[in-house]
Structure formats: C-alpha cells, structure tokens
C-alpha cells in the first residue's frame, strides 16, 4: 500500500517560510516525478511544483523565485520551502507521486497525501 505523508505546515506571518516535507513508502518514490499541489478554500486544486528523480524542477508562475522543490532519494522524501510567504499562499497544500514531467509541464500521478494546511496571516 503506497503512503505519502506531507508535515510541515502551519501558521506563519507574510514574508515568513515554511518547509514542507513529504515522505512515501513503498517503492513508488523511485518510479517517477514528484510533485506539489494545493488548494484554497472555493478554489480548484493547483499545481505547485515538481521533481524528477534526477533532480529536474518546475515551478508554477507564481511561487518562482519564492518556492524550492527538493528530494532525498535515499530516504524517500520531497521537501518544498516555502520562502517570502504571501496571504494567498494559504492553502492545504498537497503531495503527489509517481508523476511526469514533459516538455516542462507536470502530469500528475494516482498517489497523493492527506494534505497540510499552511495558513499566512498577521
């Protein structure tokens, strides 16, 4: 039975960070990308970030330059730090496994955590 649990979250004040972890088991870490999402109250689920396994990134638009995607192959981890903190950074932000990423784009795959929230207010 594939697992992945997301820790990390909280409430931090804007311009803050956070790091979110998100560690599998079984033997999907190593069949492909990894992958963050979230989603806001009301507001349909979006694609944060992801990682192959050679270490190959991608962002989203609007946490480029704020947001760092990493993992550690041997312990079967993704972590996403989270820096400069924004309000509309609030969200339960949510794990992904066994994706892909082509031509830049990720393409989700069928295994996904229970979510962390991460709250951004003063």
């Known amino acids: 039975q594939v697992q992945l649990v997301e820790s990390g979250g909280g409430l931090v004040q804007p311009g803050g960070s956070l790091r979110l972890s998100c560690v599998t088991s079984g033997s999907i870490f190593s069949r492909g990308a990894m992958g963050w999402y979230r989603q806001a109250p009301g507001k349909e689920r979006e694609f944060v970030a992801a990682?192959?396994?050679?270490?190959?990134?991608v962002y989203a638009d609007s946490v480029k330059g704020r947001f760092t995607i990493s993992r550690d192959n041997t312990n079967n981890a993704v972590y996403l730090q989270m820096n400069s903190l924004k309000p509309e950074d609030t969200a339960v932000y949510y794990c992904?496994?066994?994706?892909?990423?082509?031509?830049?784009?990720?393409?989700?795959?069928?295994?996904w955590g229970q979510g962390t929230q991460v709250t951004v207010s003063s």
């Open positions: 992904n496994a066994d994706g892909d990423i082509v031509r830049s784009r990720y393409y989700p795959g069928k295994y």
């Open positions: 990682i192959t396994s050679n270490g190959y990134a």
